[in-house]
């Protein structure tokens, strides 16, 4: 997990523009593409410490110089850096253009198409217009959430990760600090939207920890594991502690200062009242799902996936009306996590193609973050270049093994999941650009809310129940997504919100539906990668099964699926256009 750039910037080197002949003949073309390609990839790694410390276990054997690499949690939040950011994108914008689509390989195109999705997208969101539109404290995915995630799982392989670890823990005052400035100025604005009481509340959780904190205790195990002797290895703590207290803990103090003093400045009305907000939450949407779709074509997606699982819903329960009450306490046969992933991977084969770098420990969820209804499970993505096991994290509080929410919730994680995924295209896929800097969210989340639908044929269970409680769960996914642009595009109020939810079946009350309702208002686009982007391989699934008919092989569309990594989705539709009988 790490804290998002305010906005990607592409610097490009002015000896590619001058001495690397674009307009040459294809082959040099290629090599001046593939060297843009691989210097994007160094400063977009180099350029943020966090970014290099996730993905690369030895940057200098990526021709990284760490020494030029500033120990920080990355790009403020302020005016200056944002005016910066946007000059820097037209810049590289420029340099890119100079490349000649049609020169280069096909796997030259697929990272071209890939960096210009995602360059257009950065320069129409970087419009001066929508200075002040990002939110930097939603309740599902905030800064404040995110940090500490980001430190109990942080990775420490050598003393030098010590100094550098205490260097961040103190540089998190100072980078609330902006970001809280920033969000004075939202406010001031009326550009804020936000949970202000759940913000408040998550963040006393932290502060009252105090020095007894679990994110405290992780880091100094991770210390620990360095093996540095017990003087060496006090030193570091006690610096860490000191930092802890002086920089972590008063950046959670000073975020309930400011929100508490800008309750009166909230905007409760999502982006559909803003001057410029249904736009901004259009290219939002496309950003989350990994698409430049309309929204009129991501209203018909979601219509048409609706319409389907509602047919197939009512089929099942018009042949046999207890699949109704079967399907809401499905049970497996499981008593562990381990065993959970141990079933799929024994299973997986027979659907998906092999890959031999699985090898994974499970770990509980530290207990800061792990609260009763929070976040169930997630995957940490492994380094490039590491060759240790892959980890999963767990809540410690949701020990009831056998519900068909856990099956479901280690088969998204693990296996056939986010775990298998970032193995195979680890194994796969030569770009580091596409492993490592493709970052299409719509793709990454949907294909694993795919899989763990999926891997629900595996069970030794009734599957016209199976099935009946997946339809049930994607029309309830659908719902909410509808009502999340509903909420942000078309302006929909609480009673609107309550009476469309009526309409979906949802029996809500109204402290249950006001609880929904500002979860989705305050986390604008949040579900979107997950039932946008299941939604699209879904679609992708019903072309090729209609193209190929009798032909299909699943392993096939599998690997052409995930070959090209989190690439945009008109790059995965090309690679799954190929697919031959």
Not at 102 to 110: A, R, Y
Not at 335 to 352: A, T, V, W
Request: charged letters at 25%; one cysteine or more; aromatic letters at 12%.
């Amino acid at each position: 997990m790490k804290i998002k750039q305010l906005l990607i910037s592409f610097i490009v080197l002015a000896f590619i523009l001058s001495g690397c002949g674009h307009k040459g003949n294809n082959e040099n073309n290629q090599k001046a593409f593939d060297t843009f390609i691989d210097n994007e990839f160094k400063r977009e790694i180099s350029s943020d410490y966090l970014n290099m410390h996730v993905y690369l276990e030895h940057p200098d054997k990526y021709g990284i110089d760490t020494s030029k690499v500033k120990v920080s949690l990355g790009t403020r939040p302020t005016k200056e850096s944002i005016e910066k950011v946007r000059k820097e994108n037209e810049k590289a914008r420029k340099a890119f253009s100079a490349f000649n689509r049609k020169d280069l390989t096909e796997i030259q195109k697929d990272i071209y198409d890939t960096y210009k999705f995602q360059s257009d997208l950065d320069s129409k969101m970087s419009d001066s217009k929508f200075d002040y539109y990002e939110q930097f404290f939603k309740t599902m995915n905030g800064i404040h959430t995110a940090l500490p995630s980001l430190f109990s799982d942080w990775q420490l392989r050598k003393e030098q990760d010590a100094k550098d670890l205490i260097v961040l823990i103190n540089d998190i005052l100072p980078y609330v600090n902006d970001a809280l400035e920033y969000t004075k100025i939202q406010a001031d604005k009326g550009l804020l939207i936000s949970d202000i009481d759940s913000i408040i509340s998550y963040c006393k959780k932290i502060a009252d920890g105090g020095m007894n904190s679990a994110v405290l205790s992780e880091m100094n195990k991770a210390i620990d594991r360095l093996n540095l002797g017990t003087i060496k290895s006090n030193d570091y703590k006690n610096q860490l502690k000191e930092a802890f207290r002086s920089s972590f803990l008063k950046a959670y103090t000073n975020i309930i200062n400011t929100f508490n003093s800008l309750k009166n400045k909230n905007n409760h009305r999502g982006y559909a009242s803003l001057p410029n907000g249904k736009e901004y939450y259009a290219l939002l949407l496309q950003s989350q799902m990994g698409a430049n779709d309309s929204m009129s074509a991501i209203k018909k997606l979601l219509s048409n996936g609706y319409n389907e699982n509602y047919q197939k819903l009512t089929k099942l329960i018009t042949q046999n009306y207890n699949i109704y009450s079967s399907m809401t306490n499905i049970r497996t046969q499981f008593n562990s996590y381990d065993e959970i992933l141990q079933y799929n991977l024994k299973r997986y084969k027979e659907d998906f193609p092999e890959v031999n770098n699985i090898e994974y420990e499970i770990k509980d969820i530290n207990k800061t973050i792990a609260t009763d209804g929070g976040i169930s499970a997630y995957f940490n993505i492994p380094a490039l270049d590491s060759k240790a096991k892959k980890q999963i994290r767990v809540n410690p509080n949701a020990r009831d093994i056998k519900k068909i929410d856990t099956y479901i919730t280690v088969s998204h994680e693990g296996i056939t999941g986010h775990m298998y995924q970032y193995a195979y295209t680890y194994a796969h896929n030569k770009s580091n650009y596409l492993k490592a800097v493709a970052n299409n969210k719509g793709f990454t989340e949907g294909y694993a809310v795919y899989c763990q639908y999926y891997c629900l044929k595996y069970l030794d269970l009734n599957q016209n129940v199976l099935n009946a409680y997946k339809y049930n769960e994607i029309l309830s996914y659908i719902a909410i997504m509808q009502a999340d642009i509903g909420i942000h595009y078309d302006g929909w109020t609480l009673d609107r919100f309550k009476s469309e939810m009526k309409n979906y079946g949802f029996s809500l009350d109204d402290n249950g539906a006001k609880k929904q309702y500002e979860q989705l208002w305050a986390n604008p686009g949040a579900f979107a990668p997950y039932y946008l982007g299941y939604l699209q391989i879904n679609q992708l699934l019903k072309e090729t099964k209609n193209r190929l008919k009798e032909k299909f092989d699943h392993k096939k569309f599998i690997a052409s699926l995930i070959e090209s990594g989190a690439a945009p989705f008109s790059v995965i539709k090309r690679h799954i256009n190929k697919i031959k009988e």
